[in-house]
């Protein structure tokens, strides 16, 4: 893993992303070379570059959306060849896009047709190999946790269900009064042996402290030892910030997040991104307005003209502050006569039309209004109603934390977690949406907005 602006990506997809872009703009040069084999191309070798460049780009960023370099995608989220059409008819439908706006850059449609062959079968043979190295645990960081009990049993889930596992672990140490709860056959035996004699004999890149209770004392003259040797240590809070892009919330302490780096606020920060919402929302109004109109009268015809078409909602904001939230209507006129309450799967609340529009997220399209007016960032956690939001702030820790933000359209915990039905689901965002207020940047925001466009077509967390 790597940090970028304060955000962790994997190492390994940001060269396959590379490696990918690169067999995309060959197949734009071969395409040509395919389609003009026995005749005089009548393209120079600039405009085949530069239409090389085009096609690359768009067909990466496309690829980038549907989620294909996102190392959290779990096996049964994957499904690369489906994700691989989609991102391939949205790439072609890009470059037409430009083709028409920049005629100057337009390739014929045989060369078009051409590259695109070879770009998903180069795509396809660069994945198989990608998985063959990436499965190869040799290459994976060898990591070493010190602690035996409920803690470090967790983290043996942490990588399992991802297709490229950044890491391996070797074993576990238990501390001398700690019970184990690890399978006997993890536990690394140290007789007569310090931590240093163990990562030495089983090549350890990295230690990871995962404690059930800190109180009982750590080896930490071993650790130092370690650590003044040029080895990593990373305590439970480091090691999920980075693996999984969340706090811990079982192991954040006020301390911790005292004297932790981000959380940063106001200033440069705030100016940066309300010019990029107020952008980011003219431009995103400019291309969904056709789609808001039509979703206008599907729901005026479904409800023979009767029931209004937006619904406001009280929200919690900013600085606990509320606001009215716009959404097209996806429920009956009389969904809450018995009071607030959670969407629910097979919800008969919602209507024909209203299920539709919940699974794509058109019914949030005209938040792009609350956004303009300032009560809601484009990226940020997502608002909650006051109901849940006074008994979330009494039951759980660090809940009012994610109100230090403006609320978002989208956000990190959209993207990496379905829907919340229930307290336990609020508790995992919670982990996210901290995540993203510590770690906060443009960056973050453009990858975010990026990876929306998997949970829009993928209904991803729709109720």
Same mark, same amino acid.
């Given at each position: 893993?790597?940090?970028?602006?304060?955000?962790?990506?994997?190492?390994?997809?940001?060269?396959?992303?590379?490696?990918?872009?690169?067999?995309?703009?060959?197949?734009?040069?071969?395409?040509?070379?395919?389609?003009?084999?026995?005749?005089?191309?009548?393209?120079?070798?600039?405009?085949?570059?530069?239409?090389?460049?085009?096609?690359?780009?768009?067909?990466?960023?496309?690829?980038?959306?549907?989620?294909?370099?996102?190392?959290?995608?779990?096996?049964?989220?994957?499904?690369?060849?489906?994700?691989?059409?989609?991102?391939?008819?949205?790439?072609?439908?890009?470059?037409?896009?430009?083709?028409?706006?920049?005629?100057?850059?337009?390739?014929?449609?045989?060369?078009?047709?051409?590259?695109?062959?070879?770009?998903?079968?180069?795509?396809?043979?660069?994945?198989?190999?990608?998985?063959?190295?990436?499965?190869?645990?040799?290459?994976?960081?060898?990591?070493?946790?010190?602690? +035996?009990?409920?803690?470090?049993?967790?983290?043996?889930?942490?990588?399992?269900?991802?297709?490229?596992?950044?890491?391996?672990?070797? +074993?576990?140490?238990?501390?001398?009064?700690?019970?184990?709860?690890? &399978?006997?056959?993890?536990?690394?035996?140290?007789?007569?042996?310090?931590?240093?004699?163990?990562?030495?004999?089983?090549?350890?890149?990295?230690?990871?402290?995962?404690?059930?209770?800190k109180r009982r004392g750590m080896p930490l003259d071993d650790l130092l030892d370690c650590k003044m040797?040029?080895?990593?240590?990373?305590?439970?809070?480091?090691?999920?910030?980075?693996?999984?892009?969340?706090?811990?919330?079982?192991?954040?302490?006020?301390?911790?997040?005292?004297?932790?780096?981000?959380?940063?606020?106001?200033?440069?920060?705030?100016? &940066?991104?309300?010019?990029?919402?107020?952008?980011?929302?003219?431009?995103?109004?400019?291309?969904?307005?056709?789609?808001?109109?039509?979703?206008?009268?599907?729901?005026?015809?479904?409800? +023979?003209?009767?029931?209004?078409?937006?619904?406001?909602?009280?929200?919690?904001?900013?600085?606990?502050?509320?606001?009215?939230?716009?959404?097209?209507?996806?429920?009956?006129?009389?969904?809450?006569?018995?009071?607030?309450?959670?969407?629910?799967?097979?919800?008969?609340?919602?209507?024909?039309?209203?299920?539709?529009?919940?699974?794509?997220?058109?019914?949030?399209?005209?938040?792009?209004?609350?956004?303009?007016?300032?009560?809601?960032?484009?990226?940020?956690?997502?608002p909650e109603r006051p109901e849940f939001v006074k008994g979330f702030n009494e039951r759980i820790p660090?809940?009012?934390?994610?109100?230090?933000?403006?609320?978002?359209?989208?956000?990190?915990?959209?993207?990496?977690?379905?829907? +919340?039905?229930?307290?336990?689901?609020?508790?995992?965002k919670l982990q996210y949406d901290l995540y993203y207020v510590k770690n906060y940047s443009l960056f973050?925001?453009?990858?975010?907005?990026?990876?929306?466009?998997?949970?829009?077509?993928?209904?991803?967390?729709?109720?």
């Amino acid at each position: 893993m790597i940090r970028i602006f304060r955000h962790y990506i994997s190492s390994a997809y940001l060269w396959l992303l590379i490696a990918e872009a690169s067999v995309f703009f060959l197949a734009m040069e071969f395409g040509s070379d395919a389609r003009f084999l026995f005749t005089q191309s009548w393209y120079s070798q600039k405009d085949i570059t530069m239409a090389s460049a085009i096609f690359s780009a768009v067909l990466t960023l496309s690829c980038a959306g549907l989620g294909l370099y996102r190392r959290s995608l779990s096996q049964e989220d994957y499904a690369l060849m489906a994700r691989s059409v989609i991102s391939f008819v949205i790439g072609i439908l890009g470059v037409i896009v430009i083709y028409y706006l920049l005629p100057e850059f337009h390739i014929a449609r045989s060369v078009l047709w051409y590259s695109v062959i070879f770009a998903f079968t180069g795509m396809m043979l660069t994945r198989y190999i990608f998985y063959r190295v990436a499965s190869n645990d040799s290459l994976n960081r060898k990591v070493l946790i010190i602690g +035996g009990g409920k803690k470090a049993q967790k983290l043996i889930s942490v990588n399992e269900s991802h297709f490229h596992k950044g890491f391996t672990i070797v +074993g576990f140490v238990p501390l001398a009064d700690e019970q184990p709860v690890v &399978e006997a056959s993890l536990l690394i035996k140290t007789e007569n042996k310090t931590i240093s004699d163990i990562t030495a004999e089983y090549k350890i890149d990295e230690i990871v402290i995962a404690l059930d209770d800190k109180r009982r004392g750590m080896p930490l003259d071993d650790l130092l030892d370690c650590k003044m040797s040029g080895m990593t240590i990373l305590d439970m809070m480091a090691f999920y910030e980075r693996e999984q892009g969340i706090i811990s919330l079982e192991d954040v302490y006020p301390s911790w997040l005292v004297f932790s780096d981000g959380f940063a606020q106001g200033g440069f920060r705030a100016f &940066e991104k309300r010019v990029f919402d107020i952008l980011a929302s003219l431009l995103l109004l400019s291309v969904s307005w056709p789609f808001m109109l039509l979703t206008a009268l599907a729901i005026k015809l479904e409800c +023979g003209f009767k029931g209004p078409v937006f619904y406001r909602q009280v929200r919690v904001g900013n600085g606990n502050q509320n606001f009215d939230v716009l959404k097209f209507r996806s429920m009956r006129v009389d969904a809450e006569k018995n009071g607030a309450q959670w969407a629910k799967k097979q919800d008969n609340r919602i209507t024909r039309v209203g299920g539709f529009i919940r699974k794509y997220r058109i019914d949030e399209l005209p938040q792009i209004f609350n956004v303009l007016k300032g009560d809601m960032s484009f990226v940020g956690p997502r608002p909650e109603r006051p109901e849940f939001v006074k008994g979330f702030n009494e039951r759980i820790p660090y809940y009012s934390e994610r109100h230090r933000v403006k609320p978002g359209i989208t956000g990190w915990a959209q993207l990496c977690y379905p829907y +919340g039905a229930d307290e336990h689901d609020t508790i995992q965002k919670l982990q996210y949406d901290l995540y993203y207020v510590k770690n906060y940047s443009l960056f973050l925001d453009l990858s975010i907005m990026l990876n929306t466009v998997e949970v829009i077509l993928w209904g991803k967390g729709a109720r």
